[in-house]
């Protein structure tokens, strides 16, 4: 009776292919117990008559347990268990309640697609025969129950659509079943041990040895892909990253920081703990960047890597309208807007990452940029001012390109008369921009470069006069001195004398009333000095003065020489003249906007003149020999100093912020700069102690134009005595800046007396204190201490200049007889000992007067 029952579904499905004439196709290729009972299930179907009493064997998946527990219990009713495939199937005898089973049925037939052992089964149909379907395969334990042509009834199949129902039945026709190959994934460990696998794929190959290849587009599951297309994309397996990666090549990429390194193989296990013969006993572990084990790049770098690359995309249109062989108004329409997003911060920022920098540079260049054409020449100068910025940036550019010899070729050709933006920012005519060989439509483009420089790009105020050599000059002392080469030294003084010049006749023009300098307009341009663009041309000098520039040992004699020659083309006078210039933009009221620039070169001027007189008596009487030159010195040590006690009272009663404080700081170097300039006239000139006893000057002159050129005012008195009261409230202060300069004046006004009677005793007169000893016992005690601190100063100088210029030369071009550094040097020691001859004169002096 449990037989019976267990095979109640499948007479229900043989009675059903018998109606239809319908025979089971053979079955030689399934499990022994499933064959036989396939077999007599189908012979029965043939006769009319009842099936045998032989007893079925039993499917190891459809009854638990083993042999001899079956026999003695009944079997559970399993004829509910497919009952989704006909709707009208007959209930067994089971006083089991159905179930809904179809989707728990539905998905261990669809996964069990993916059994190695899979073969097709369909229904073959003799002569005359019709309705035969395709089946999907299934494994050989369900194979049994999963055919639709044995399970389903004729209800549902008109009911149910088909796939195979599509095709016209006098075509179909079953291809031969091939036995099952022994060795397709044997090894493959499964769910289910060897039974059923859900992971393991058909392989493509075996497609058509079992079958599926002429039927795969019937074989359609529920979820849409056919058969043959699932089992060819589960089966193919995806490449792994280090596959892809040495496929695609993407360690041997010229953008990897990291270098190629080669990928040993791990070792075999066979050999563990075995020393093989010719093998080194271990592997060394390879260490990348960062101390990583494995090359693996951050993703910080990755994203930063696709960012750089997706900017450098975005903007490779400017690029090519950069080309050589494109057309000049293209060329000049790219490079403006590479110089207008310049302009934009978050742009600029960009462009820090990439190598975007160093490849506009190339391109402008490429462009004919620095040839000669007024608009590119332009543009290219802007550029570099913008990449000035941020010296970081410049230096890369700088090292990598012509950056320098560029813009110094291009700044020789330059002068006023001919400069693009300063024609106009002096508001030139049509006449004047034709004679400087500007065109309209070159105006127009100019016109809008110079708005864009004045209001977009932020380098300059509004008081700073827009010129293309400014461009050039502010980019050339940005980038580091050593970068400059002793050749470039003609262009750079030629465009300086071209400024100072023009300084002497304005000063003049001050004193007799006029403004310093002119009003923009037509004929303005020609006698407007620049003074940014002198600031920048002084420094640049200076650091040449300084040996910071990379001159060779057979240059320095050529240099010298070239300095030289400067004492006769008017240099002095254009010094002192910027010089008194910047003193009337400071006590001017209405050149207040140009305050700060003035102040800048009022700096530049006097560095380059201490270098120029520095233990040098031809320079130091070619300033003596101007007539209001110590007069000129005189006022401005006055002047800066009372400018700054003045801030300094400020900021000590809370009543000033930090921009006063800086401001009076940057007094104190005026200062201390205009004393430095004294010094070295009055050591290097004995006439220079006469020179300044015969100077008047009040204490609080207020610098009006009678007395730019000398003091006028009624309570003069003797610079001497000037100096000394600057030197007492000093004296009387215990800030250590003050502290420095107060020894800074010892060491002059100890000059000063030492072998001239006549100074010695207006000063011994003036000097604070009760009596001769006392004043000169504390000008003593403040020689000696400035002369420690000079001296400490020095050496520490010297030791960080020799370091300097052992890490940049070669031992072949170190020559300390011939190169600037080792002038400085003895410069410095001679220095030293003037100061110890100071401190032995007043020790002397001090001594006599007791």
């Keep these: ?263 040993s193989a791990s070792p075999s296990p066979k050999g563990k703990g075995k020393k093989r013969k010719g093998m080194p006993d271990d592997t060394p572990v390879k260490v990348f960047a960062y101390g990583m084990t494995n090359d693996l790049k951050s993703i910080t770098e990755l994203r930063s890597k696709g960012e750089s ?124 921009l034709k004679a400087a060989g500007i065109t309209k439509a070159e105006t127009t483009l100019l016109s809008n470069l110079h708005r864009l420089v004045r209001k977009k790009s932020g380098l300059f105020d509004e008081s700073d006069t827009i010129s293309s050599r400014l461009l050039m000059s502010q980019a050339l002392v940005s980038v580091l001195p050593s970068t400059h080469r002793f050749p470039q030294l003609g262009a750079l003084l030629r465009t300086l004398l071209s400024e100072l010049t023009l300084l002497p006749s304005r000063v003049d023009a001050y004193v007799s009333g006029l403004s310093l300098f002119p009003p923009p307009g037509p004929l303005s341009h020609a006698d407007t000095p620049s003074l940014l663009h002198l600031d920048n041309c002084l420094r640049l000098f200076d650091s040449c003065l300084l040996g910071s520039w990379s001159v060779s040992a057979e240059e320095v004699e050529t240099l010298s020489v070239k300095v030289e020659e400067l004492r006769q083309r008017h240099l002095v006078e254009g010094l002192l003249a910027l010089c008194v210039s910047c003193a009337i933009i400071q006590m001017d009221g209405e050149l207040e906007g140009h305050r700060a620039v003035a102040g800048k070169c009022m700096e530049s001027a006097l560095r380059v003149l201490i270098n120029l007189t520095h233990d040098d008596p031809e320079w130091c009487q070619a300033i003596l020999d101007q007539g209001s030159s110590m007069a000129a010195v005189m006022q401005l040590v006055i002047m800066a100093h009372r400018q700054r006690q003045v801030l300094q009272k400020q900021v000590n009663a809370d009543e000033g912020d930090d921009a006063d404080a800086d401001t009076a700081a940057r007094w104190l170097d005026r200062m201390c700069l205009a004393l430095g300039l004294l010094t070295n006239l009055v050591q290097a000139l004995p006439d220079a102690k006469l020179a300044i006893t015969e100077i008047l000057i009040d204490f609080d002159c207020p610098h009006k134009r009678g007395c730019v050129l000398g003091c006028h005012c009624p309570g003069r008195t003797s610079a001497l005595t000037c100096l000394v009261q600057v030197y007492a409230e000093h004296a009387s202060s215990s800030s250590e800046l003050d502290i420095v300069v107060r020894g800074h004046m010892a060491i002059l006004l100890g000059l000063l007396m030492e072998h001239a009677p006549d100074n010695q005793q207006i000063l011994l007169e003036v000097l604070p204190g009760t009596s001769r000893r006392e004043k000169l016992s504390t000008l003593l005690q403040h020689a000696q201490e400035f002369t420690l601190f000079y001296v400490a100063l020095t050496r520490k100088m010297a030791q960080a200049r020799h370091r300097s210029q052992m890490a940049e030369e070669t031992p072949s071009e170190a020559h300390e007889d011939t190169h600037p550094s080792a002038a400085s040097m003895r410069r410095d020691s001679k220095g030293e000992a003037v100061a110890k001859g100071v401190v032995i004169f007043l020790s002397k002096l001090k001594d006599r007067s007791s």
């Design 1 to 263: 009776m449990v037989r019976s029952i267990a095979l109640a579904p499948q007479t229900v499905g043989l009675m059903a292919v018998a109606e239809e004439g319908t025979h089971a196709p053979p079955a030689s290729h399934l499990s022994k117990s499933l064959t036989r009972s396939l077999t007599s299930a189908a012979e029965s179907a043939e006769r009319p008559s009842t099936p045998p009493r032989r007893p079925l064997a039993r499917s190891v998946n459809i009854t638990e347990g083993s042999p001899r527990s079956m026999a003695r219990k009944s079997a559970k009713d399993l004829s509910n268990l497919f009952s989704f495939a006909s709707e009208t199937a007959d209930a067994g005898p089971s006083s089991i309640p159905a179930k809904a089973q179809g989707g728990i049925a539905r998905r261990m037939l669809a996964r069990s697609r993916t059994e190695t052992t899979v073969i097709s089964i369909s229904s073959t149909s003799d002569q005359g025969s019709a309705g035969a379907s395709s089946v999907h395969a299934t494994p050989s334990k369900l194979r049994g129950f999963r055919s639709d042509s044995i399970i389903a009834s004729p209800s549902r199949r008109q009911s149910t659509p088909s796939p195979s129902k599509a095709q016209p039945q006098d075509n179909v026709s079953s291809p031969p079943i091939l036995p099952t190959p022994v060795n397709a994934n044997a090894n493959v460990r499964t769910y289910a041990g060897t039974s059923r696998s859900f992971l393991v794929a058909l392989p493509q190959s075996q497609a058509g040895t079992l079958g599926l290849d002429t039927h795969a587009h019937s074989l359609v599951d529920d979820t849409g892909p056919t058969f043959g297309a699932s089992q060819e994309d589960d089966f193919d397996m995806r490449e792994s990253y280090k596959e892809l990666r040495e496929r695609w090549g993407v360690d041997a990429s010229e953008d990897d920081p990291r270098p190629v390194s080669s990928v």
């Design 309 to 432: 690359r997706r900017f450098l995309d975005e903007v490779g249109y400017l690029f090519e309208g950069l080309d050589a062989k494109g057309a000049l108004g293209v060329r000049r329409g790219s490079a403006l807007e590479i110089v207008t997003k310049m302009c934009d911060v978050d742009f600029a920022r960009r462009a820090k990452t990439t190598d975007f920098l160093g490849r506009a540079w190339e391109v402008l260049r490429g462009a004919g940029a620095g040839d000669g054409d007024k608009v590119l020449d332009t543009t290219l100068a802007f550029y570099a001012a913008l990449v000035a910025r941020d010296p970081t940036d410049l230096l890369d550019l700088a090292a990598k390109s012509d950056f320098t010899f560029t813009l110094h070729r291009m700044l020789a050709c330059l002068e006023r008369s001919n400069d693009p933006l300063w024609l106009l920012s002096m508001k030139a005519d049509n006449a004047e």
